[in-house]
């Protein structure tokens, strides 16, 4: 099984960039699906809590350099 997005974000917590923010942001929350490794899912979970433009393009640039670091069986669509 691939590595959750999650998992994968979480080693940017330290980093003060936009996805660091973001791996901050999703490690404070404590509802965070923390085993997805499915876009859409993702997607709408971040959608549901009315996340701003500027964090879905957060998102989905962390989530594009995801699929490409973990590849395999992520969920992208």
């Known amino acids: 099984m691939a590595k959750s997005f999650y998992s994968w974000l979480l080693q940017f917590k330290n980093d ?15 509802e ?10 993702l997607k709408k979970y971040f959608e549901s ?3 701003c433009d500027a964090a879905m ?8 350099q995801y699929k490409s670091e973990v590849g395999g069986s992520i969920i992208s669509c």
């Open 57 to 64: 393009n957060v998102f989905v640039e962390a989530f594009t």
């Open 16 to 30: 003060y960039t936009a996805i660091g923010d973001l791996a901050r942001d999703v490690n404070r929350d404590s």
């Open 32 to 41: 965070f699906p923390r085993r997805s490794i499915s876009y859409r899912y």
């Open 49 to 51: 809590k009315h996340a």
